[in-house]
């Protein structure tokens, strides 16, 4: 098993080494997709368990997705739901196939071995991740997303963030993939309250982009050490990155709050507001420290 996994390595080593000697042309850029893909195919006509697992997961949410869809277009009319289409389709699929992409990531963090199915932590992860695809669908069409709205949908999202984490210990289903997933959910979700709060002027531009900063400056560095030096970045949880997290997302859940709730949030937001700002820097320097000593 352990032969299998360095093998894959290797031979990712080996795309992206190519890739960069080619200075990223866009032919070096097709047969880097192309062989990605066709690992990505071998990967899942290998473990046939693992693929129906994904199309089960892929069809249940496609299902929720089209059921809200519909619960739109009730609500809102068939022109919002037009206008909703083209850009939560987009964000879907694109979930979706970024999933089947990644299958050969789920693998257990400690020994490498290749996990069966994907399991109900994913499913979680998936549902925060539609959660997120509606709300950057609604930005992407320009409707406007309503505060109790954006404030289901993150509350949701909160509950999916806390149970992943703990069934994925439980059921020994801890793989890469989940956690490439769960950051993914966050930004997304994140990245659209941000812009909401801003277009309704209740977070200043400045700040939502320092919030947003927090999962985008990551991103960026795992990109470039992954393509412009072959080396992958290590994306497991710091102590600062877990209260940066719950801080930022009670300083959210109070710009969300009703207005039976203001007696609270006029005293607890500015508090909140700089403990998240200080976390916020923290946690990336927590991060880079982390993968310096790994290294």
């Known amino acids: 098993m352990q032969e299998s996994v360095n093998k894959e390595n290797q031979f990712v080593v080996d795309l992206l080494t190519t890739l960069r000697k080619e200075r990223f042309s866009l032919a070096a850029w097709w047969r880097f997709l192309l062989r990605s893909w066709n690992m990505t195919c071998e990967t899942a006509n290998n473990n046939p368990a693992l693929k129906r697992s994904w199309f089960r997961i892929t069809t ?26 083209p850009g939560f389709v987009f964000c879907v699929v694109w979930q979706q196939s970024d999933l089947f992409w990644h299958l050969g990531l789920h693998r257990q963090v400690q020994i490498g071995k290749l996990l069966p199915i994907l399991g109900i932590a994913n499913l979680l992860t998936g549902l925060r991740g539609l959660g997120a695809s ?113 801080m930022q997302c009670l300083y959210f859940f109070l710009l ?11 005293f607890a937001t500015l508090p909140l507001l700089v403990a998240t700002l200080a976390l916020t820097v923290a946690a990336p320097i927590a991060q880079i420290v982390a993968n310096i000593r790994i290294r």
Do not use: H, N
């Open 60 to 85: 249940l949410l496609s299902g929720l997705a089209l059921s809200t869809c519909i619960l739109v277009g009730f609500l809102e009319g068939p022109l919002a739901l037009l206008r909703l289409l």
């Open 134 to 246: 509606f709300l950057l669908g609604r930005l992407l069409s320009g409707l406007t997303t309503p505060v109790w709205l954006a404030l289901v949908v993150f509350l949701f999202g909160v509950a999916t963030d806390m149970l992943d984490g703990q069934v994925a210990r439980r059921t020994k289903m801890q793989s890469k993939l989940g956690q490439i997933l769960d950051g993914e959910a966050d930004f997304c979700l994140y990245l659209a309250l941000s812009i909401i709060l801003v277009q309704d002027a209740v977070l200043p531009l400045w700040l939502g982009t320092v919030l947003i900063l927090r999962f985008f400056v990551p991103l960026i560095a795992a990109l470039t050490s992954y393509f412009l030096f072959a080396q992958p970045v290590r994306f497991g949880s710091t102590v600062w990155g877990k209260c940066a997290g719950v």
């Open 256 to 266: 969300l709050a009703p207005p039976q709730l203001a007696f609270v949030t006029q």
